[in-house]
């Protein structure tokens, strides 16, 4: 038996979801809506369909193929322009030479089509209409019937004073092909509305057969969801994938839930798809395949499509997000909203009751969005932040997307260049760097490979191999759940602000270099790069001294990769050392907690009677000191105890400082004799003015030593020019051993003075595009005549303190930091300068 499926409409009512596919390929259970047409024409005998197509034609040919995975055989007639439903048939009349039925290929239904085609030839009706009783029938055609069922009158959406009956037109039909005579061959046409009334007109028989099953005409966003509900609840006899885990509870194969999430049936989870701990999954929540929803997050009566990503603690209720959707931490979506494919809604967004946005739009973090989003888009993401990419990996960072960046990157290069890869003990940064290197090889750069190294290490190879720059990939510091690209010169410091807007640039261009097979990229792998570094490390500090103090150290390796080196070069030097966490493993480092690290630290310090505690980050470019005491030195304290200890050693002349140090910093900074020079407060902006100060670095001598360079900031970065140009933890340690050694004092004479510091910070959200004017205000305010403007504006108190406002680099955020002499004083001060700038807001 042959069947036509009409699949060419363009579903406008459903948009955004039908902007970037047709409406019979919206997903209905994580299976398109048209495969439940297809298994019900083929579990009632009709095996070869032709499928008529006209929007987006290719996403359902490339679904179905020739159909002989669903059992039948698939033609395809495409329409050039709108033909109306008549004549798109009509289109196919050269495949339909008998009896043929005609279903929409977007509605939802469980009619008996068997009893339809034997009920037709019973009649030797030439039509048969399939009908169906509805509430309210304005939304479709009315049809009505006389006592023998036959169709004595048709009328299209009639308003409420033409309704005579509630039956109507559901667009299934069985067709003589004698209705061919009747379609015209050239120009549009409607069954309803031309070919059918003509034939009543005639005298011809039209038979009505009222259905009693279930059918929806899913024209819109709310029918979608109620489509949805109605499979759910059992209303509707389609064929869902996975298992029926419990009544109501539909879970695809390889999907995880955590033992702590909470459902209240009927829920449907797709395939390969992980709901996180404690998230709630209320009353009809469909959840596409290989999705990953995070931790505390609710969704109720909402669908999302298949490969969504939505962060802990985001709340969706009566909503659909499209498919390859980015909600972020904290987002809540309202009742009604709509969220097309392939949008980012930032961190803690909102989006309020019926707003559409369309596909591959960009909430920023923090964003209450009232009105829709079509054409515009609210902020587009970067590529890189302040200090390299970072995304979740699979999510904002596939491999594919790897691949690019490489290729990206090895574009920026001459053909036959070298770069330097390296990563950390995770899979997502071993997977993620192999796709890279296959991007820089395609480009004919070649790669020595180094495989799993410590920031400091992949630095060194870097600027000691003579390769043209380098990449490491490693989980984010700030969350376990990222994944950090970062890039390096070719003297192993952190790229260059042109340089990234070069990549990101041919990224996005995808403007990559072609090369022939034998131009492609070569992959090495270097031999003894731990002990050369250790060597030239070892060469700057005054060996004999740090050996003679017999140093007894505590030390927390963070589950990184750093051990190894550290382990190497703390050998030289005749230490004492208890390691802690002393091997590389990710899911122990992911886990990990900072508080736990510091306190077991402390405590051993303590019972050990050690000299100092050390925790490395588990990239080796930041580490942590507890003194001899047990005193965790951090922030604005640990700024304080270098300037003290570097001080009294007098090997520091300059002291660079980001404009959020605090001004107790600055002061004895300035008495110990160093001039204080300001950077930006970034890590990056730090390194680049520390390293590029062209001063001595020679620090050996036991007695009168070099006067050299500091960088110092409250958020932990401490430079220093040495072995690499960059963070090095493991350098750090050896200056400090050695101006510990020189002074011959612990560090608890330096760690803590009599002047407190009071510092306090906090943020205001600030749209991107009021950032500027913003700052342009309070510039030409001439109360701030004499403020600071290296980052955002720094104003100075008469008591010794200070408020900092600067504009965030990635999130719609303005920080602001205060200093004061009192608690209560810092209190008030941050108080007053957050209800400030939150009054030049309103008014700009």
């Not at 579903?11 to 390929?25: A, N, V």
């Not at 039956?167 to 004698?178: D, F, H, Q, R, W």
């Not at 870097?462 to 043209?468: H, K, M």
């Amino acid at each position: 038996m042959k069947a036509v499926i009409m699949a060419g409409g363009e579903g406008t009512r459903l948009r955004p979801l039908t902007s970037t596919q047709p409406k019979p390929m919206l997903p209905m259970g994580d299976v398109p809506m048209m495969a439940h047409i297809v298994r019900l024409l083929e579990h009632h005998g009709f095996t070869e369909i032709v499928v008529t197509v006209a929007y987006l034609a290719n996403a359902i040919r490339t679904y179905f193929g020739d159909g002989s995975e669903f059992g039948v055989s698939m033609t395809y007639v495409s329409e050039e322009s709108p033909l109306g439903t008549a004549g798109s048939v009509g289109n196919a009349r050269s495949l339909l030479d008998e009896p043929f039925l005609v279903i929409s290929g977007d509605v939802l239904t469980d009619i008996d089509l068997g009893r339809v085609w034997a009920d037709h030839h019973a009649t030797e009706a030439m039509v048969t209409v399939v009908l169906q009783r509805v509430e309210n029938p304005l939304d479709f055609g009315i049809v009505m019937l006389d006592e023998q069922g036959q169709i004595s009158r048709f009328l299209e959406k009639p308003s409420w004073g033409e309704v005579f009956t509630d039956t109507v037109n559901t667009g299934i039909y069985v067709l003589n092909p004698e209705i061919f005579e009747h379609i015209p061959l050239d120009g549009a046409s409607d069954f309803s509305g031309d070919v059918f009334p003509k034939l009543l007109s005639d005298g011809k028989k039209l038979m009505g057969w009222v259905s009693d099953r279930y059918w929806e005409d899913v024209g819109t966003l709310s029918g979608y969801l109620k489509a949805h509900r109605d499979i759910l609840d059992g209303h509707v006899d389609v064929r869902l994938p996975g298992f029926a885990l419990r009544d109501g509870l539909y879970v695809g194969e390889g999907s995880f839930l955590h033992p702590t999430v909470e459902i209240e049936e009927p829920v449907f989870i797709g395939v390969n798809s992980r709901i996180g701990a404690r998230t709630r999954l209320r009353r009809y929540s469909v959840i596409g395949s290989n999705s990953k929803i995070g931790d505390d997050v609710t969704v109720e009566n909402s669908i999302l499509a298949d490969h969504c990503f939505v962060g802990n603690s985001s709340h969706i209720r009566g909503a659909i997000v499209g498919r390859s959707t980015d909600v972020r931490r904290g987002v809540m979506i309202e009742d009604g909203s709509v969220i097309g494919d392939d949008c980012y809604l930032g961190d803690e967004s909102i989006i309020q009751p019926f707003v559409k946005i369309y596909p591959s739009k960009t909430v920023q973090s923090r964003t209450t969005v009232n009105t829709s989003i079509v054409w515009e888009s609210q902020g587009s993401r970067t590529l890189f932040d302040t200090l390299g990419i970072t995304g979740l990996p699979n999510v904002d960072i596939s491999p594919e997307v790897a691949v690019r960046v490489g290729m990206a990157y090895g574009s920026s290069f001459l053909p036959g260049s070298t770069v330097v890869a390296s990563r950390d003990s995770s899979r997502a940064a071993r997977m993620l760097k192999r796709a890279l290197m296959v991007g820089v090889n395609a480009v004919g750069v070649t790669v020595v490979d180094i495989e799993l190294a410590a920031t400091p290490l992949a630095r060194y190879v870097t600027g000691e191999s003579g390769a043209d720059g380098g990449l490491r990939v490693s989980v984010s510091a700030s969350d376990p759940d990222m994944v950090e690209i970062r890039f390096h010169s070719h003297d192993g410091s952190d790229l260059e602000e042109t340089a990234k807007r070069k990549i990101e640039r041919l990224f996005q261009r995808e403007d990559f270099r072609k090369v022939l097979p034998s131009e492609l990229g070569d992959i090495s792998f270097p031999g003894r790069v731990v002990e050369s570094y250790v060597e030239s490390l070892v060469s700057l500090v005054p060996l004999e001294a740090i050996r003679r103090r017999r140093f007894r150290l505590v030390t927390d390796y963070s589950f990184g990769s750093i051990g190894a080196l550290v382990n190497t070069t703390l050998s030289k030097f005749d230490a004492d050392v208890l390691s802690l966490n002393p091997y590389a493993a990710t899911a122990r480092m992911m886990r990990t907690e900072i508080d736990e690290q510091r306190e077991r630290v402390q405590r051993t310090v303590i019972e050990s009677s050690a000299d100092l505690g050390l925790i490395f980050s588990a990239g080796g470019d930041r580490v942590e000191l507890i003194d001899d005491q047990g005193n965790l030195l951090y922030g604005q304290d640990f700024a304080r105890a270098m300037v003290e200890l570097f001080g009294a050693q007098g090997s520091v002349s300059h002291a660079f400082v980001t404009v959020d140090t605090s001004n107790v910093v600055v002061k004895r900074a300035r008495q110990r004799g160093m001039e204080v020079m300001w950077t930006k407060a970034n890590e990056g902006a730090l390194c680049h003015e520390a390293l590029s100060w062209r001063g001595p670095i020679d620090v050996k001598g036991e007695s009168g030593p070099s006067r050299g360079v500091i960088g110092l900031s409250p958020f932990g970065a401490l430079i220093m020019p040495g072995v690499v140009n960059g963070a090095d933890a493991i350098f750090n340690v050896t200056r400090i051993l050695a101006a510990l050694a020189d002074v011959d004092a612990p560090l608890s004479d330096f760690a803590f003075t009599e002047e407190p510091i009071h510092v306090r910070s906090a943020t205001i959200h600030t749209p991107f595009e009021l950032k500027g004017t913003l700052m342009r205000s309070l510039a030409e305010d001439p109360d701030n005549a004499d403020a600071l403007f290296v980052d955002g504006l720094r104003i100075e108190h008469s008591d010794g303190g200070f408020s900092l406002i600067t504009p965030d680099a990635s999130e719609p955020l303005m920080n602001i930091t205060v200093e004061g002499s009192s608690d209560e004083l810092v209190s008030r001060r941050l108080v007053d300068f957050v209800e400030s700038i939150a009054a030049r807001l309103r008014s700009l």
